[in-house]
Structures are given as C-alpha cells and as structure tokens.
C-alpha cells in the first residue's frame, strides 16, 4: 500500500515537471542576434511649406532571419521638439519599446513633418533620424525635408501689392472686396491648397507676369507625386468683377482655371483681358464664362481640361485671338463648348442671353475627339448672337455654312504639333497652322517671337 502510493506520487511528480517543461517550451521564444534590414537610408521629403505638413512617407522594417528578432528601443532623435512625428504599425510616440518581429516578417514605418515658419525668404533644411537598438547594436534611418517660408492668406481681404519675394499660399480663400484692386507682380508664386479660391468680388484682380517672370499658380502639394494632379484647388473666380488683367501667367492643376460670372454692370469693356497665359490640366475648365461676363484673350494656350477649354454657358462675350484652345485631356467633352442658355431646374426654367461678341481669330480648336467645337444656343426675340469665325483651324464632325463661319475656316485640318500631350505646342512647316493666319494687332507670339505676314494660327509663331 505504501509502494503503491510512493510509485503514484513519483509518477504524479513526474507528470507536473513534464508538463511543465512542455508549457515552459510553449512559451519560450529563441530570439535572433541578427539585426534589421530597412526598405530606404534616408527618408527625403520635397519641398513642404511652414505650418502646412505634408504627405505621409513611409519605409519598412525587415526582419530577413528566420528567428524572431527583439526591438529594445525605436527613438525619434529629435524627440519631442522634433519636426518628424512618427508610427510604428500603429504606435505613436517619440521613443517605442520592446517591439518584435517575427521571422521573415516586416513592420511599415509612417513619417509626416510640420515646419515652423523661420522668418527668412530662404528655404531651409531640417533633417532627423530614427534610432532602431537591437541586439545591443544601433541602427540609423535619416530624415530629410526642404521648407520654405511663405505668406499665408485664410479667408482674408486684399488689395494694394502682393510682394513676390516669397510665394503666397491661399486657404480657403483670398478675397479682393468690393471697389478694391489687388495687383500681383511678375514672379509671384501662389500655391493653393485644397478648394481654395482665388475670390475677385465687384473689384479688380491685374496678374502682372512677364517673359520669363511668369506669374505661377499651382497646388501647394509640392511632392512629385503632385506635378500632374488635376483638381487641387478651385481656381479663380470672377463674380461680378470690374475690369481684370492676367498677362504672362501659368494656372496648373486646379479645378477651373478662370471662372467668371457676370460682371459689374457699370463695365464698359471687358470682365478680363486674358494675354500671354498658359491655362493647363484643370479638372474642368479652363476659361468658364457665364451669364453675361467678357474676355478678351491673345496669344493663350488653354489645353488638357477634364470638360473644356473654353466654356460659355448663358452668354457671355468672348473675343480670342491667337489661342491654343484644345483637348488632349481624357475628357469626352469637345475642347470648346458655346451656348447662351441655361436650363436652371431648381427654378423650372431656362434661362436664355445674348452674345454680343463672340470671335474666334487666328485660333486653334482641335484635340483627340472627332469634334473639339460644339455650339449650342436659342434664338429668341430681344436675344442677340453676333458670331465671326476667321483664320481658324476648327475640328468638327459636322461642317457649319452659317455666314459666320468665313471661308478661312480650316476645317479638320492638321495642327501637327510635336507633343500635345507633354502640352508641347510648337509645330513644324507641314501644319495646317504655318502661314494661314490673318494679321491683327498681336504682333508677338507667347513666347515674344515676331509674328511673320501672314502670321501662323495658334499662340506660339513657328
């Protein structure tokens, strides 16, 4: 009996220490004494203005030994007053302990910086690193971004100059009220963050760009991945405006480039002259007019929109000579579309208006589709459209004879040009283009060369 229970109690003893030493095996983790591997040295940001952020970059951990491996310590240098905020797999936080990776595994790294502003018109450089200590071994990951210091306009009125000796970044909108002029110098550089406006109400907006000084507006995501993104911001809207200039600007990567609605009934001439201007890859207008407001353009290239070009919609005058109107966007949309009528369906009505002045000299309409040129209105008593097509290389489906249209209307002819879709418009001596202008008052193209007699069609003179 006593046997029995010594066998029973050793045996039980035995079962304990070896289920404990299968739980204790369960447990245990053979740890790696190698190190990390990382996606990327140095993590580059492009150039990021003070105060706004930027895009999240990102690199990864690797952990290429079968084992796992032990991370005692992730530390952001900088810590605290750092510029660099960082996450790991979901943790934030200047210093991360005791983080492991399983063999063969990874962990993605996400980094964003904000910049404060630093009182200079000079960019300036912030750089970083992320400490990874494994194994009693440190290992570096370097951080990088240019800044720029810049004036900032949230939901404020202008007028007077703007200086040009930094860029101006707009949120929400920068207004010009009522009776006020705001006059925006040669080489100013206006970045525009999302749906911003550039608002001119009853006043006066003058772009003053020169050759080679060109006045630019754009996004202000300055990453690469941003150059050729349509849609960043609004554009400029002109609402009821007194007289306005643009001459030699560049307006890329917003939503309508020039927007104008109405004008200040007490103009005589035009709402905007537009001169000397590339209006490119917005993601829908290029030049919107409506209800009643004029422009008059010279030697413009309006191209790649996401609907049109040019757009007239319940009248409106327009006045174009040596323009690049066109397509080779991925719109469906012909490049120009004309109407001077609008069906507003809220209010259960159409409304209809004159075009007292709608020319179309020495331009170009032409693109991917087989019809760039639509027209589209009413006619109706008290209701004027007083249309004159000349020296025009149209591309349409459908030939017009209205007296409008002269005989120097090239129809579906060949614009030629060396690389539409790099928005490179110059062309050799087999267009269309070469020699069949008729000679006007702009006797310089956009780019200042001297216009020959006969010019050529379009904005740019071969």
């Known amino acids: 009996m006593q046997m029995r229970f010594f066998i029973s109690s050793i045996f039980l003893c035995l079962l304990i220490i070896v289920g404990a030493s299968f739980s204790s095996c369960g447990k245990h983790i053979v740890l790696s004494k190698n190190h990390l591997s990382f996606s990327k040295d140095t993590v580059v940001f492009d150039t990021v203005f003070t105060s706004i952020g930027s895009t999240t970059q990102q690199f990864k951990i690797y952990n290429k030994d079968h084992k796992t491996i032990h991370i005692d310590e992730i530390e952001l240098m900088g810590g605290t007053s750092s510029k660099f905020y960082m996450n790991v797999d979901g943790l934030k936080g200047t210093k991360l302990t005791d983080i492991n990776i399983e063999g063969e595994d990874s962990l993605f790294v996400f980094v964003e910086v904000t910049l404060d502003p630093n009182g200079s018109n000079l960019p300036l450089i912030i750089e970083d690193s992320i400490r990874f200590r494994t194994n009693g071994m440190d290992q570096f990951v370097k951080l990088a971004v240019w800044g720029q210091d810049a004036y900032f306009h949230y939901k404020d009125l202008n007028e007077g100059t703007w200086p040009n000796d930094k860029p101006h970044v707009i949120y929400g909108y920068a207004a010009i009220d009522s009776a006020k002029t705001l006059n925006i110098s040669a080489g100013t550089h206006i970045h525009m963050h999302k749906n911003a406006i550039l608002y001119v109400y009853k006043s006066t907006l003058n772009i003053q760009g020169t050759l080679g000084n060109e006045v630019i507006i754009e996004g202000d995501r300055l990453e690469q991945d941003y ?72 030697n413009c290239i309006v191209a790649k929109n996401g609907t049109h070009a040019l757009f007239v919609l319940q009248g409106g005058d327009f006045n174009f000579n040596h323009c690049d109107l066109v397509g080779y966007g991925s719109s469906t949309n012909p490049a120009v579309g004309i109407s001077n009528y609008y069906n507003d369906y809220t209010a259960g009505q159409t409304n209809v208006s004159s075009i007292e002045e709608g020319k179309l000299y020495n331009c170009v309409v032409t693109g991917n589709l087989a019809t760039e040129f639509a027209m589209d209105t009413i006619q109706m008593s008290g209701v004027v459209l007083h249309f004159d097509f000349r020296n025009t290389l149209l591309r349409s489906e459908q030939i017009y004879t209205d007296s409008f249209y002269d005989a120097s209307v090239i129809w579906n002819g060949q614009a030629a040009f060396t690389d539409p879709s790099n928005l490179d418009f110059t062309f050799g001596a087999s267009s269309d283009l070469q020699g069949n202008g008729i000679t006007t008052s702009v006797v310089t193209d956009i780019l200042g060369n001297a216009r020959n007699n006969p010019p050529d069609i379009g904005a740019i003179e071969n």
């Open 227 to 298: 150059q050729h993104i349509a849609g960043q911001f609004y554009g400029i809207y002109f609402h009821k405006a007194r007289p306005s200039t643009i001459d030699y600007a560049i307006i890329k990567n917003g939503t309508a480039g020039v927007h104008l609605y109405s004008e200040d009934p007490t103009n005589t001439g035009y709402t905007l002259t537009l001169t000397n201007t590339i209006i490119q890859n917005q993601a829908r207008y290029g030049v919107f007019i409506f209800a009643g407001a004029k422009v008059k353009a010279e």
